[in-house]
T-cell receptor, first 115, second 111 residues
Framework: EAGVAQSPRYKIIEKRQSVAFWCNPI?????LYWYQQILGQGPKLLIQ????????DSQLPKDRFSAERLKGVDSTLKIQPAKLEDSAVYLC?????????????FGPGTRLTVT | TQLLEQSPQFLSIQEGENLTVYCNSS?????LQWYRQEPGEGPVLLVT?????EVKKLKRLTFQFGDARKDSSLHITAAQPGDTGLYLC???????????FGKGTSLLVTP
């Protein structure tokens, strides 16, 4: 079974530019999460989707961050305009919803550097 | 936001030593998970603990969930260089099973 795929793996941009990250979850996983992991910290949830609907986006900085999962499969996270403090690893995770299962499967992440 | 405090933040030990990592919160979680993350990779689930007082063993790793479901510990016996990595505890919250992560414990095991 293929894991969670993310691209690109690395991205360097200047502040005020825009950037987009892509995630393809494990096939059949209805729930998809985007996390931000700043160096030296644990991941922080940005947004959670159930199929193509948003379940929780309370910690998403909506003035500059946006995310979509139009067909309930892959997802895109966008930052516009980027700030220096957005430098982090952006992790995508997915979870199967059948039964009571807590395990989230994480992708390798996209490392963003804003200069 | 329910905060999870992990200690120690960094740990450097020699192969064969034992160690314990702690995860504490003022909040009660329905369950708690431990993940291990290697450089350039996403976290990988090690264990989920659900019941207060629960103890789970995974080879040389022993996980315990506090009776009040506010704290947890991870004990590694006879650490090996392959145990090197970032250990993260995460509290499961809400019906969507989103995770609140601690800052992690960075473990280095030298031969």
């Amino acid at each position: 079974e293929a894991g969670v795929a993310q691209s690109p793996r690395y991205k360097i941009i200047e502040k005020r530019q825009s950037v987009a990250f892509w995630c393809n979850p494990i096939s059949g996983h209805a729930t998809l999460y985007w996390y931000q992991q700043i160096l030296g910290q644990g991941p922080k949830l940005l947004i959670q989707f159930q199929n193509n609907g948003v379940v929780d986006d309370s910690q998403l900085p909506k003035d500059r961050f946006s995310a979509e999962r139009l067909k309930g499969v892959d997802s895109t996270l966008k930052i516009q305009p980027a700030k220096l403090e957005d430098s982090a690893v952006y992790l995508c995770a997915s979870r199967k919803d059948r039964g009571i299962t807590y395990e989230q499967y994480f992708g390798p992440g996209t490392r963003l550097t804003v200069t | 936001t329910q905060l999870l405090e992990q200690s120690p933040q960094f740990l450097s030990i020699q192969e064969g030593e034992n160690l314990t990592v702690y995860c504490n919160s003022s909040s009660v979680f329905s369950s708690l998970q431990w993940y291990r993350q290697e450089p350039g990779e996403g976290p990988v689930l090690l264990v989920t603990v659900v019941t207060g007082g629960e103890v789970k063993k995974l080879k040389r790793l022993t996980f315990q969930f506090g009776d009040a479901r506010k704290d947890s510990s991870l004990h590694i016996t006879a650490a090996q260089p392959g145990d090197t990595g970032l250990y993260l505890c995460a509290g499961v919250r809400g019906s969507g099973y989103a995770l609140n992560f601690g800052k992690g414990t960075s473990l280095l095991v030298t031969p």
